[in-house]
């Protein structure tokens, strides 16, 4: 066999925040023209392994062989100097800037002064080999979310690197792009790039992987190729076997709690995003809204919640007009939501667990805050929705992905709203963290009625009552779940708008 | 913790730097360097009537210092301290006078304190109303209307309230009920320095123990976070500005109270102005405002004692203050942890 890419030996690393283990001597070695996925759970370590190899993190000790000498890299530019790549997991781009204005800040630093008609050329001749289609001078702003990571990618490729990471590629696109993606990873591969990839979705893994290591808690439990293995196996080694499936159905109450009538939403740059959006939400049901991500689901959330502009239609809310309302208004009334941007808007990075976590007991509790309580009822919180954190003062920022998705559900869920709007409620889960993540929507739906937008049909159809589809801002289809519906003959739905499937 | 301590370190650091800048400027500047620099750093602490001038400077400076930091703890910027301080010292006094016989000192000085808060207050509502109705920036609606002010309270001081027989620049005095009572004989130390303290510590537990300030300090945090999860974000831009205003108002009104007894021309001498230095090397801390008002005081009262003891301008001082200024804005090239890496 011939030698590896990138040796990774012994490398362990503890976070000083939580003390937690997040490296506990991984080692592992990357050939070119393999495709290595790593499979875990949240917080099992995968984004800090790859960090580590970015020279975003320093390990505590280990160390690093590239392409037969030491490695030591400093920062993401030492990696990306050197020949190593990565796209993250949520997008980093510019949205005031154009495509080609993005891929310029991207481009390797000790690369040879070009000119930009040059440049221009280059970009043209890289899309074309890997068949990545962009818009090189259109504002980033304008671009869908499956666009932007397209973007990401080019910026990587453009310096043309021999180990690409894909941190959790899959979880912020359509099925559609997912294809694209695979495609491009595979033709990566055909050209000698080592190639990893992080998943924590079995599947995915299988399709297109080479070689499959499995991290738990820091370490790496399996490692193996992909034709000496099976999903079942893997799915005993990640899950340790438990699997439940779902079949809680309740018969829907009458009760109209929302009632969204032709509803239009301004989107970005003067265009209407939502074009005349009706639907009707009970107490006791899950509606889903689906749909390719972009296409105006977000704007629709952000529409009902006060938080965009409506420029047509009305929101009816327990038989109330409560259009343009803003949140704080809304939220009394009993309407509560979870933010698609978690990062910016769902939680506040500079502040702790405890006031992300408790910000509404605290901003409605007594005048003086009782301390005691709040902590208390917090780890009550965070221990019944499974979070793992360090301290309960930490930043949030301490928490990985998935952790922070569960913390954010429990807040929304524990103040106890009557009609609940979550944007990807999924995004980001583990199947474990999915399946506790299902059964406390279907718990709670008993007490309230629950709007989810997700682009996940699949997951959707497991625990939604009824699921509706918007492509470019219009519903083109809306249906109950009933047995024998699939998520293929829902996708057909996602392009309905362009292709006259209606 | 180790984030508090942390800050701490860093904000030991500025000062340590800038007081080491100020040692090399005196070096430079003075013919006799040695003197220069004892009487410059250490006279302060010679006598009684030297240190309770210090901490007489520091008490309006406590107070605008409080006054920056809880506007800045919502991301507001108050700059129109300066002219909330002359308006505040203005209307308390002219509440002073016409109460004066009618009402006993201490409800007379309560009266005063209170209106000279509301005024300072609603200068400062005006653009806190105007940022949340037109989204006009609060920076420069505050400032603009603060320099206004200023030029306003001067008529007034060398109009209709002027004390004619004096020949000053100054208003008519206040009854002598109406005056804190000094501390530290000779020294113009008075007793509103429990007022400043005390201040301080009602700030830190309204900010840190409070419902609302704990809404204040989100809303400061995160503008769409707070907005987003149900708070209201409007109010608590306006209370907060609210609140700056009327507290910078006192430093005014405190310095008319404990020394002056009366509003001078130009009595100031720049309390809005260094308020908002002191809240950014106490990194918004209400109780760590007090060292800090403490340490600018002790600098310009070095140069004023360098100034008559040795051969310095008291210009000087403004320079070395300058320099800890920019030491305190140009924070961000201290790397934000240091010794501990850490990434985003």
């Known amino acids: 066999m011939s030698k590896p890419v990138l040796e990774i030996n012994d490398l362990n690393k503890t976070y000083d925040t939580s003390g937690a283990k997040a490296l506990d001597g991984v080692t592992l070695d990357l050939f070119s023209g393999e495709i290595t996925t790593l499979l875990g759970e949240n917080a099992a370590g995968k984004t800090t392994l790859m960090k580590v190899i970015m020279g975003i993190e320093k390990p505590d000790s280990g160390s690093m062989v590239f392409k037969g000498k030491k490695y030591l890299p400093s920062g993401p530019h030492f990696a990306n100097e050197k020949g190593l790549g990565m796209v993250p997991q949520s997008i980093k781009v510019v949205d005031r800037l154009t495509v080609i204005e993005n891929l310029v800040l991207g481009l390797r630093s000790n690369g040879k002064n070009i000119r930009m008609k040059h440049y221009r050329e280059c970009v043209r001749e890289l899309m074309k080999?890997?068949?990545?289609?962009?818009?090189?001078?259109?504002?980033?702003?304008?671009?869908?979310?499956?666009?932007?990571?397209?973007?990401?990618?080019?910026?990587?490729?453009?310096?043309?690197?021999?180990?690409?990471?894909?941190?959790?590629?899959?979880?912020?696109?359509?099925?559609?792009?997912?294809?694209?993606?695979?495609?491009?990873?595979?033709?990566?591969?055909?050209?000698?790039?080592?190639?990893?990839?992080?998943?924590?979705?079995?599947?995915?893994?299988?399709?297109?992987?080479?070689?499959?290591?499995?991290?738990?808690?820091?370490?790496?439990?399996?490692?193996?190729?992909?034709?000496?293995?099976?999903?079942?196996?893997?799915?005993?080694?990640?899950?340790?076997?438990?699997?439940?499936?779902?079949?809680?159905?309740?018969?829907?109450?009458?009760?109209?709690?929302?009632?969204?009538?032709?509803?239009?939403?301004?989107?970005?740059?003067?265009?209407?995003?939502?074009?005349?959006?009706?639907?009707?939400?009970?107490?006791?049901?899950?509606?889903?809204?689906?749909?390719?991500?972009?296409?105006?689901?977000?704007?629709?959330?952000?529409?009902?919640?006060?938080?965009?502009?409506?420029?047509?239609?009305?929101?009816?809310?327990?038989?109330?007009?409560?259009?343009?309302?803003?949140?704080?208004?809304?939220?009394?009334?009993?309407?509560?939501?979870?933010?698609?941007?978690?990062?910016?808007?769902?939680?506040?990075?500079?502040?702790?667990?405890?006031?992300?976590?408790?910000?509404?007991?605290?901003?409605?509790?007594?005048?003086?805050?009782?301390?005691?309580?709040?902590?208390?009822?917090?780890?009550?919180?965070?221990?019944?929705?499974?979070?793992?954190?360090?301290?309960?003062?930490?930043?949030?920022?301490?928490?990985?992905?998935g952790n922070l998705q569960k913390l954010l559900l429990a807040r929304e869920i524990s103040c106890e709203p009557k009609v609940l709007l979550l944007g990807e409620p999924f995004r980001g889960l583990d199947v474990k963290s999915l399946e506790s993540v299902k059964l406390l929507l279907t718990e709670a739906k008993k007490r309230m009625a629950i709007v989810a937008f997700s682009a996940d049909v699949d997951e959707a159809l497991t625990i939604a009552d009824r699921i509706l589809i918007i492509s470019e801002g219009r519903v083109v289809y809306s249906s109950d779940v009933r047995p024998g519906l699939s998520a293929p003959d829902l996708r057909k739905y996602f392009f309905g708008a362009t292709e006259g499937l209606e | 913790m180790i984030s508090k301590l942390h800050n701490l370190g860093r904000s030991l650091m500025v000062v340590g730097i800038s007081l080491i800048v100020g040692l090399l400027l005196v070096i430079l500047m003075s013919d006799?360097?040695?003197?220069?620099?004892?009487?410059?750093?250490?006279?302060?602490?010679?006598?009684?009537?030297?240190?309770?001038?210090?901490?007489?400077?520091?008490?309006?400076?406590?107070?605008?210092?409080?006054?920056?930091?809880?506007?800045?703890?919502?991301?507001?910027?108050?700059?129109?301290?300066?002219?909330?301080?002359?308006?505040?010292?203005?209307?308390?006094?002219?509440?002073?006078?016409?109460?004066?016989?009618?009402?006993?000192?201490?409800?007379?000085?309560?009266?005063?304190?209170?209106?000279?808060?509301?005024?300072?207050?609603?200068?400062?509502?005006?653009?806190?109303?105007?940022?949340?109705?037109?989204?006009?920036?609060?920076?420069?609606?505050?400032?603009?209307?603060?320099?206004?002010?200023?030029?306003?309270?001067?008529?007034?001081?060398?109009?209709?309230?002027?004390?004619?027989?004096?020949?000053l620049a100054a208003s008519i005095s206040l009854p002598a009920e109406f005056r804190f009572s000094g501390l530290m004989m000779p020294s113009s130390l008075h007793t509103g320095i429990f007022f400043s303290l005390f201040t301080a510590f009602l700030l830190w537990f309204f900010l840190f123990k409070t419902r609302e300030g704990f809404k204040i300090r989100i809303v400061g945090k995160s503008r769409t976070f707070a907005f987003y999860t149900g708070l209201n974000t409007d109010k608590l831009l306006f209370w907060a500005m609210f609140l700056s205003g009327g507290l910078a108002s006192t430093a005014g009104m405190i310095d008319v109270v404990g020394i002056h007894g009366r509003v001078m021309r130009g009595f100031s001498s720049g309390y809005g102005w260094n308020g908002i230095a002191i809240a950014l090397i106490a990194r918004n801390h209400p109780l760590l405002i007090i060292p800090a008002a403490i340490f600018f005081a002790y600098l310009e009262s070095g140069a004023q004692i360098a100034s008559l003891e040795a051969n310095i301008t008291p210009e000087f001082a403004r320079i070395v203050q300058a320099v800890i200024f920019f030491l305190v804005t140009a924070e961000a090239l201290v790397p934000k942890h240091l010794g501990r890496k850490r990434y985003a």
């Open chain 1, 129 to 401: 080999k890997y068949f990545l289609q962009l818009p090189l001078d259109n504002e980033v702003a304008s671009l869908s979310t499956g666009q932007r990571q397209k973007l990401e990618i080019l910026r990587v490729l453009q310096n043309s690197p021999d180990v690409i990471i894909f941190d959790e590629p899959t979880t912020l696109i359509s099925d559609r792009e997912k294809e694209e993606l695979f495609e491009i990873i595979a033709k990566l591969r055909s050209q000698g790039k080592a190639v990893v990839f992080i998943t924590h979705k079995l599947r995915e893994a299988f399709s297109i992987s080479d070689k499959i290591v499995v991290l738990r808690l820091g370490k790496v439990v399996f490692s193996n190729s992909r034709y000496k293995t099976s999903i079942e196996e893997l799915h005993e080694l990640l899950y340790g076997g438990e699997s439940c499936t779902l079949s809680v159905q309740l018969p829907t109450s009458d009760e109209s709690l929302l009632r969204v009538h032709e509803v239009s939403v301004e989107g970005s740059s003067n265009t209407e995003a939502v074009k005349g959006v009706s639907l009707e939400v009970r107490r006791g049901e899950i509606l889903f809204v689906s749909g390719v991500a972009g296409n105006g689901q977000e704007e629709l959330l952000d529409g009902i919640f006060g938080m965009r502009r409506i420029l047509s239609g009305r929101v009816i809310f327990e038989g109330k007009d409560v259009t343009g309302l803003r949140p704080f208004e809304l939220r009394k009334l009993g309407l509560a939501a979870l933010h698609y941007d978690r990062d910016n808007i769902a939680s506040c990075r500079d502040s702790s667990i405890r006031d992300n976590l408790l910000v509404y007991s605290l901003s409605n509790g007594k005048w003086v805050i009782e301390e005691k309580k709040h902590v208390l009822s917090a780890r009550r919180l965070l221990c019944d929705y499974g979070v793992t954190f360090g301290e309960i003062e930490d930043p949030v920022s301490s928490l990985s992905g």
């Open chain 2, 32 to 167: 006799d360097p040695g003197d220069a620099a004892k009487a410059f750093f250490l006279s302060v602490f010679s006598n009684r009537f030297y240190f309770g001038n210090l901490l007489a400077h520091s008490i309006p400076l406590m107070l605008t210092g409080l006054a920056a930091s809880v506007a800045f703890a919502a991301s507001c910027f108050n700059l129109g301290m300066e002219g909330q301080v002359y308006l505040g010292a203005l209307a308390g006094t002219s509440a002073g006078i016409f109460l004066s016989d009618l009402v006993p000192g201490a409800i007379g000085i309560a009266l005063m304190f209170t209106v000279s808060f509301f005024f300072g207050a609603s200068l400062a509502s005006i653009s806190a109303i105007l940022k949340i109705r037109t989204g006009v920036s609060e920076l420069i609606s505050s400032l603009l209307l603060s320099n206004g002010i200023v030029l306003a309270v001067d008529y007034f001081v060398e109009g209709p309230l002027n004390d004619k027989a004096s020949g």
